[in-house]
């Protein structure tokens, strides 16, 4: 089965998930619950696996620095439970997907369907992918609205673990795999620096170390690290396929053609914080 269509799959639906880690709707319910700063976004992203330490987050999470995950999450189960902190992120899913009219969409169902069934396939195989089962175990919603946020959620987790695996299977950090995707273009440096929080001194050496083995030319990928990027992602795509192979390549273009909609109407709504 050809993967591009797998991968164009996940893409176009993968904005009805990626939303929650930027709308107001979640950091207000996490402040309210007494969590500042990143702490929310940890929080709610491991609390399938209960009251996840620093440590399991950092293994998990992947290139986030060390230290922004320990200062985050230091006191964090002290002041909200893992099902306190699951359900304002559901909440705030469902009120901001809402806001952006996805569940006037006309073909929702049809989405959620093959959705669903990619999704349930891919609980089927979680070894090796630890953040995906965790969330693998939370029940289903009732609504379908919230029902397809969730299928997303897992497809997500499903790829995420496999992109880890083959991050390590290459011999890359955390930093250096994030160095390597800020020089790609695909997401601006200043947000990747921010975000991650990793020390300049470290950001600098990392690259330098890049320099040497011949992946970055300056701060741009050489030849070599552009082809590492499209193994990784090719490798990634591969992993994936346990999920979409149940849907068939038609079934995933049927999804592909199904989601843009629904992904577009993410992007235009200002979601992801680009409008």
Known sequence: ???????????????????????????????????????????SRSAPFGRASAELVIATFYNFCPTLVRQSLHDAW?????????QARYEAAEEALRRAGLHEL???????????RAAEAACLHPQGRPLFAAHATLPWPDEPLMQLWHAQTLLREFRGDGHVAM???????GLEALVLHAASGTVPTPF????RAWPEEDWAATEAGLRER????GDTLTEAGQALRRHIEDRTDAL?????????????????????PFGRRVVDAGLLGLS
Not at 78 to 86: K, M
Not at 192 to 195: A, D, M, T, V
């Open 1 to 43: 089965m050809n993967t591009a269509a797998a991968r164009r799959a996940w893409r176009r639906l993968e904005p009805v998930h990626g939303m929650i880690y930027f709308v107001p709707e979640a950091s207000s319910r996490y402040t309210k619950l007494g969590l500042t700063g990143m702490s929310g976004y940890f929080t």
């Open 240 to 260: 994936a396929m346990p999920a979409y192979e149940a849907l068939g390549e038609e079934g995933c273009e049927r999804l592909a053609e199904l989601a843009r």
């Open 167 to 173: 991050l390590l299977a290459e011999g890359l950090t």
């Open 106 to 116: 006309p073909d929702l169902d049809q989405t959620l369907a093959l959705a669903r």
């Open 192 to 195: 990747l620096k921010i975000s």
């Open 78 to 86: 002290t002041i909200v439970t893992p099902e306190q902190v699951l």
């Open 214 to 217: 011949g992946l970055l030319d």
